[in-house]
């Protein structure tokens, strides 16, 4: 079975995040960047495959040469290779046609990608990819099994879960539960140095218009100040929640 895993390379959350030119351009300049959470858990699942039943299992990003180093970290972990699409992510239509090329070319069986990427969340492009290509689709999946080209799925739903049915090729938006957190796989010294001499194929992309564009960032407005009240004066803690938080 070949596998597919879609990794975005995106701002660890403990990042400070600024912007520039206006407001209209994320600024970069010290900020760290890992592996999107959801593909995490994808590729620790692909991961599995490959040890319990001979998967190759390999990792794709579009992106430019900076996100190379998360690519490594992919393939330290336990990816048989790398593919980047060198261009820039500029919106999710255009990163799912360069993905959906990569697809048809190498005739993958199994594409995991999140379920959607930590920093934009628009939550798009598995779906995108899929309609591209007309194939199967599970999204919110928090549970996959493959026995020869059936599968079963389980999906997050409001409320519950719900088990599918379906067959390869698939397309998955994964997400937290497609494995357990405590599954995730931490590169080791040996997986490291490995990496170095694994495979990590750059592609130019297709040609594919951008549909959209960030006009302007705005952080979100700064809390106001917190008013502490005496726990013996009742008639000003209803009286700031009546007339100035106007709650009750």
Not at 52 to 77: H, M
Not at 78 to 94: K, L, Q, S, W, Y
Request: charged share 20%; net charge negative; hydrophobic share 40%.
């Amino acid at each position: 079975m070949k596998i597919l895993v879609c990794i975005s390379h995106v701002p660890d959350t403990t990042s400070k995040i600024n912007f520039t030119n206006g407001d209209s351009e994320f600024d970069t300049n010290g900020v760290q960047y890992v592996i999107n959470p959801n593909d995490e858990f994808g590729l620790t699942r692909a991961i599995w495959f490959q040890e319990q039943q001979g998967a190759n299992v390999t990792v794709v990003n579009v992106g430019g040469p900076d996100t190379e180093p998360t690519l490594r970290r992919a393939l330290a972990i336990g990816a048989n290779e790398a593919i980047r699409v060198n261009a820039n992510p500029t919106d999710g239509m255009f990163v799912a046609k360069q993905l959906a090329e990569v697809i048809k070319t190498g005739g993958y069986d199994l594409v995991i990608a999140g379920r959607e990427s930590l920093d934009y969340n628009g939550g798009m492009v598995p779906g995108m990819i899929a309609g591209i290509l007309g194939s199967n689709f599970v999204n919110s999946c928090i549970d996959l099994k493959v026995e020869g080209t059936s599968v079963t799925a389980v999906r997050e739903i409001d409320g519950g879960k719900e088990t599918v049915s379906t067959s390869l090729p698939l397309i998955v938006g994964g997400q937290k539960g497609l494995v357990e957190e405590k599954d995730l796989r931490i590169p080791n010294m040996r997986g490291i140095m490995t990496a170095r001499t694994k495979a990590l194929q750059v592609l130019e992309p297709v040609s594919a218009d951008s549909n959209t564009k960030a006009v302007k960032f705005e952080k979100p407005a700064p809390k106001s100040a917190v008013k502490l009240i005496s726990p013996d004066n009742l008639d000003e803690l209803i009286n700031l929640l009546h007339n100035e938080a106007k709650v009750i």
